[in-house]
């Protein structure tokens, strides 16, 4: 069974400017920016083991849709268990992934108490009819990824996009780079529009100031298992859960992260947009 340090990690890495008044056709258009959110802990049964959580997620998004996304990511959370023990956790993650979004390359380190506890680096393709996982750290190995598997960023662009064009519902297998070469189903629920000038953005982030402009909508994702376990009773529960409110530049605020025994909370503490070129014309 995995720590909840390890657990925490693994959520808060697999996740994530359109016209919302658009047709049908609406395309999802990913702004470039880097948002900072302060991490604590809404709830925890005994079980977890945890007495309190506080700490910082940094996250960075940078590219377009025709020279490939860029995404940095760095969680630092102190834990404090119930049994009076206290660890850091410091997890830093880059990955590439093209415009069409049929390849990726990744990298993750993870530091408990300054120690490195995982380096890991590898590269992913897929294709119509599924794709590869090479990972060359911790050491050289591939894994096959099912038809049909995307990437985050593509996964963000799904949710985007059905957003804008009105559905409700996203069902898509997504792999994220994460250690076990796992890959998850995301299932996603897509709440209610809220028009321009309906959301109060509760934060004091200059760069935030514009969000309330911008049509949102509530968003939960659950990941599941990709193979349901044989051995469950009733209805296959998610892996974790993640719910945001989902701005229509894709920005995300209200970050509730539900583990199940333990829940965080996200608070946008600092936005910046960054330079972001367009695609050229032909």
């Keep these: 069974m995995r ?3 390890t657990r ?9 400017t359109g016209d919302a008044s658009a047709s049908p056709a609406a395309v999802p258009q990913l702004a470039a920016h880097r948002a900072v959110y302060s991490l604590s802990l809404a709830h925890a049964e005994t079980k977890a083991g945890l007495n309190d959580v506080q700490g910082k997620l940094v996250l960075e998004v940078a590219g377009s849709a025709c020279e490939g996304w860029t995404s940095n990511m760095r969680v630092v959370n102190r834990l404090d268990s119930r049994t ?6 410091d997890t830093r993650s880059s990955s590439w992934e093209s415009g069409p979004g049929d390849s990726m390359e990744f990298t993750t380190q993870r530091f ?6 995982l380096d890991l680096r590898g590269r992913a393709e897929h294709g119509e009819n599924g794709g590869v996982v090479r990972l060359e750290l911790p050491q050289p190995s591939e894994t096959e990824l099912p038809a049909g598997t995307v990437f985050p960023v593509e996964h963000t662009r799904r949710i985007l996009a059905a957003a804008l064009n009105g559905n409700k519902r996203d069902s898509t297998m997504v792999y994220d780079g994460n250690e076990d070469q796992q890959v998850l189903t995301a299932i996603t ?16 982030a200059k760069g935030a100031a514009e969000l ?3 049509a949102s909508w509530p968003v939960t994702i659950g990941y599941f298992k990709n193979t349901p376990d044989p051995d469950a009773d009733g209805e296959q529960m998610p892996e974790h859960q993640v719910s945001f409110t989902m701005f ?3 920005v995300a605020t209200d970050l509730i992260l539900d583990y199940g025994d333990f829940t965080l909370k996200g608070d946008l503490i600092q ?12």
Excluded: Y
């Design 271 to 282: 936005l910046d947009f960054l330079p972001q070129d367009g695609c050229p014309t032909r």
């Design 189 to 204: 629920f897509i709440g209610n529009r809220n028009a321009p000038n309906t959301v109060e953005v509760k934060t004091e």
């Design 3 to 5: 720590s909840a340090a």
């Design 248 to 250: 229509e530049n894709s």
């Design 8 to 16: 925490i990690s693994l959520l808060i890495l697999l996740a994530l």
């Design 212 to 214: 309330p402009k911008l």
């Design 112 to 117: 408990v108490n300054g120690e490195q506890e």
């Design 84 to 89: 009076g023990k206290v660890s850091l956790l």
